[in-house]
Nanobody, 121 residues
């Protein structure tokens, strides 16, 4: 079984920065794309940013210009650099991997367990 493991969440002040990481629990052959989603209390999970293995990134309007997503194919890892954080960014952040090819098995989707981010004003 392959799992996604997130790290880097925590507490930040408004205007501060955090860097989230997400990697696979074991090495895989390939991942088509990875993304970060977030879910605030009482709200549905929403896409924050995505990146393909070729490096094409997309962002939600609310984070454009503040967040940067990147993917290290050799390390099966995706990062989310979050700058100029706002209290509205407070949420649990989830990592997703799309079309994962591993030994003996392929996965259409993998989700991490989430890492909480709290931004104080």
């Amino acid at each position: 079984q392959v799992h996604l493991v997130e790290s880097g969440g925590g507490l930040a002040q408004s205007g501060g920065s955090l860097n989230l990481s997400c990697t696979t629990s074991r090495s895989v052959f390939s991942i088509d794309s990875m993304s970060w989603h977030r879910q605030a209390p009482g709200e549905q999970r929403a896409l924050v940013a995505s990146v393909t293995k070729g490096g094409v990134a997309q962002y939600a309007d609310s984070v454009l210009g503040r967040f940067t997503i990147s993917m290290d194919n050799a390390k099966d890892t995706v990062y989310l650099q979050m700058n100029n954080l706002e209290p509205e960014d407070t949420a649990v952040y989830y990592c997703n991997a799309h079309k994962v090819v591993a030994v003996l098995r392929e996965y259409s989707e993998l989700w991490g367990r989430g890492t909480p981010v709290t931004v104080s004003s």
